[in-house]
Every structure is written in C-alpha cells, then in structure tokens.
C-alpha cells in the first residue's frame, strides 16, 4: 500500500521537518520511493534537502491550481547518494495559497484531488506541515492515511498537541474523512536526557496516550549536529554517518515499513 503521512504539529521548532527528512532517507536506504511534499510557506526542505530556491510554478502552489494538469514539479535531492527521494517544494506562495484554499469549492479536498486524479507512483508520500492549524495542514490531513506527530518535551509544546488532536478530531468527523488518517503516534524530539523535566515527561507521555490508544515513539535526542547538517542540506545520515542519533528514526521507519509491505521495483536503487 501506499503511505502518505502527515507530519503535523501546530508547535514551530518541534522538529517537523528534521523529522520528514530522516524518515525520507531511511526509508529510501531500505528501497522506498520516497516523495516529501512541502506545504510550509517557510520552505524548510529547500534548505533541509539542499535545494536551490523555486519559482512559483515549480512548488506545489502550482499543484494546487485548477489548471493543474499533472506535471508534478518533483525536484530529486541527495541525487549523489540515493535515487529514492524526491522533493515538491515549498515556499511563500503558498501563503496566497492558503488564502485561495478558504474560498475554493473543493478546498479542504484539493491535494487528495490531485493525488486522485493524478496519482504519484510513490511508496510513501510525506506532508511537511506549517506550525499552523490552517488551510494547509487541512489538506494534508484530508489526503492522507496516517499522520504523525513531533512534540517538544515542553509543557507549552504538549498542550498545544492536545489542541492538534482536538482539531483533528473535529475535522476528521467534519470532512467525514472515512476512513480517517490512522495517528501514528507522537514522537518526542530534541530530548535531553540531562534535563529533569524532559525525562519526567518523556516517562509520563505513554500511559498520557495510552488512553487515546496513541503509541509513544522512541525519542529523537537532541543534537547540535542536526541543525548543522540542515545547514549542509543533508540529513545526518549522510553529514555524520557515525553520529548515533541517525538511528533515533529507525524505530518509526520500521513501523512504516512493517504497513507498506515490499517495496515497488519501478526504480533501481543506488
């Protein structure tokens, strides 16, 4: 089956796109053909995946318009490690974008539009979503079959994930979203196990979504060298191959493996 998960948080900095980007090279290690889709204005995986900075009609904005005719403006990235990944970027045209979403017809549906009329062969589809709770983590949640959360080990960060679930919930039943995306779990990131709080919190987060039948993720740890790898346009796999905290993801790809089955073999893999 195909996978398109949402990582969605209504938090910034909680690691929404650090989080997209390893799981996108992970799987694509393991053969997985990997799309991430940028729905952020801020286009983080332009500078996560090095990329160069898009006109309007090569991000998804342009996805997003009714004279859509299926060209997806997919860029490769990390082209000289991997064949697996490509990217549809973001950026601040989808700030019109959002504006246009409220008064569209089939607005809330337009991405899963598109996905239906004009399907992306990939195994697994990633949404990287805004820190919002607006038109466009919308069309994420309305497109996809599993969401995602990252979450800070923060007071403020965990009550606005409360809030994240209230408004998925909602609009789950509102969209009548059926069947709606499967939650996959939370996953606790920038963990520092030196800090009282962060190891308070990270103990208390299962039996907390224990009761929502939500599974807490392993944690990712926090590390200076994931921002200097975004910084290089290269996940931490490839910028500091021994760095250990690259195998924080290997327990949430693994679950995305165990759902997809067997990769399809319509690409060679370098």
Known sequence: ????????????GSGKTTLSVHLAYELAKRKYNVALLDLDPQGSLTLFC??????????????LKDKFDGAW?????????TNKVSVCQGGMILTQTADELVLHKRGAYLLADCLTDYPLMHD???????????????????????????????????????????????????????????????????????RSTHRQMLAA????????KIRAFLPVRDSAEFVNASGQGLPLHIYRPGHPAKDDFKEVSSYLVNLIGKPKTNKKSK
Not at 1 to 12: C, D, E, K, P, T
Not at 73 to 81: G, R
Not at 205 to 212: D, I
Request: aromatic share 8%; glycine share 4%.
């Open 124 to 194: 697994v589809i990633i949404f990287d979503c805004p820190a919002t709770l607006g038109p466009l983590p919308l069309i994420a949640l309305a497109a996809s079959t599993h969401m995602i959360i990252p979450v800070q080990l923060e007071p403020k960060s965990i009550q606005g994930a409360a809030h994240l679930l209230e408004w998925y919930y909602y609009h789950c039943k509102h969209l009548r979203l059926n069947p709606a995306p499967e939650i996959l779990g939370f996953v606790p990131n920038q963990y520092d196990a030196r």
């Open 73 to 81: 403006p997919l860029t490769p990235c990390w082209s000289q490690y």
């Open 1 to 12: 089956m195909q996978i398109r998960l949402a990582v969605i948080s209504n938090a910034g």
């Open 205 to 212: 987060l299962p039996e907390h979504l224990k009761e929502m």
């Open 50 to 63: 090095g990329l160069t900075l898009p006109e309007p009609e090569q991000t998804l904005a342009a996805v």
